[in-house]
């Protein structure tokens, strides 16, 4: 720049030749932005994500329940042959039962 505050068009074709973005590479940059969209668009939705973690966590509870079924019905064999005493059964039952019962 000269002292007049102008700028020669040298300068500013100095400044095109450092700083503009070439047809191959606006391309190049295009084929990256369409790659990432197609991946972004092949990622699941939240709502998707929600409903299996629901189904996840239904599919738990259901084997947790089974589970706890099995403590108790090993708890009332164990009482009806006088196997252990109802002291025996509380400390099972506090520390094996996921869900307690509401008798």
């Known amino acids: 720049m000269d002292n ?25 940059l295009n084929a990256k932005v369409e790659a990432l969209n197609t991946n972004v668009s092949t990622l699941p939705t939240k709502s998707y994500l929600d409903e299996k973690m629901g189904e996840l ?11 706890d079924a099995k403590v108790e019905f ?3 064999l164990m009482r009806s042959r006088k196997i252990i005493t109802d002291a025996d059964i509380e400390i099972i039952k506090r520390e094996f039962e996921v869900f307690p019962s509401l008798n």
Request: hydrophobic share 30%.
């Open 4 to 28: 007049n505050n102008t700028t020669t068009t040298d300068e500013i074709l100095d400044f095109l030749k450092d700083n503009m973005v070439t047809k191959e590479e606006f391309n190049q």
């Open 74 to 76: 090993i708890i009332s």
């Open 57 to 67: 966590k239904g599919s738990v509870i259901e084997k947790l329940r089974k589970e």
